[in-house]
């Protein structure tokens, strides 16, 4: 008998955060076993920490034993977040392939929100937290961080939509998901291995007319903040949105 079709493949890149990260994982499992359909997970750690590295090769040995569909892949060096992605959104077998982040920032009952839009026809479907029906959570110890974030997320975007991407609200949102074709045409094109990823991955896709739809969320800022280091990331994404423009001009993407 042949193996049933996976019908969603949930990606999760994974780099350190071994204090919270035993409680995400079964949070994971649980979402992931509750599927009506065939459901997978794909944990991409991206060289963590002895702790965190641990952690996940238990998991993973756990679900091997009692035969789920969990796959870790682990790279050997720290390669970053879209490289991460990259690896496992290609190594998935689902009809549908969702990444979201390891912090669980945006709630497990979110993504079906954005599978729900990639079966009535979109191509792509990404969270935007900045929708009038986004809401979110946020601990009032973060809250300088966060605001301070937000801002220079905002003026990121507008540097993106006005380069690269009009139109796309929230470029940045941990919480993505493609159709196996989509994933197969963006993620074999991408080069782009940081935090920089996402606007390259939207771009591509609009290089190929696929269709973008951007889906509202409830999300939540009440773990401990992004590892995202403001000056020194914000110059890495200004050189990848150069990067992004030159590999068009080369015809990278086609």
């Not at 026809?121 to 974030?149: H, K, N, Q």
């Not at 991407?165 to 963006?186: H, N, W």
């Not at 007319?209 to 403001?230: C, G």
Request: hydrophobic share 45%.
């Amino acid at each position: 008998m042949s193996a049933p079709e996976i019908y969603l493949s949930l990606v999760v890149p994974v780099r350190n955060g071994a204090d919270r990260l035993a409680v995400h994982l079964e949070a994971l499992r649980a979402f992931v076993c509750a599927q009506a359909r065939p459901a997978e997970l794909i944990l991409v750690d991206d060289c963590s920490e002895s702790a965190a590295a641990q952690l996940l090769a238990e998991f993973g040995r756990d679900a091997a034993e009692t035969g789920e569909r969990v796959t870790l892949l682990r790279n050997q060096e720290n390669r970053g977040k879209g490289f991460s992605v990259a690896r496992g959104i290609r190594a998935a077998r689902g009809r549908y392939r969702v990444f979201t982040d390891a912090d669980l920032a945006y709630p497990l009952e979110e993504i079906p929100k954005i599978v729900r839009d990639l079966e009535t026809g979109s191509d792509v479907a990404i969270a935007c937290r900045v929708l009038p029906e986004s809401r979110y959570v946020m601990s009032p110890s973060f809250f300088y961080y966060l605001y301070t974030r937000h801002v220079m997320s905002r003026v990121f975007n507008r540097v993106v939509r006005l380069a690269l991407l009009p139109g796309i609200l929230d470029t940045q949102a941990g919480l993505k998901g493609f159709t196996a074709r989509a994933g197969e045409v963006i993620f074999s094109r991408l080069t782009v291995p940081g935090f920089g990823f996402d606007v390259e991955c939207l771009y591509i896709a609009r290089k190929h007319r696929l269709t973008v739809r951007q889906t509202a969320v409830h999300f939540r800022y009440d773990d401990e903040p992004s590892t995202v280091r403001f000056a020194a990331d914000a110059a890495q994404m200004l050189r990848d949105l150069v990067k992004i423009r030159w590999n068009d001009w080369r015809g990278r993407y086609a």
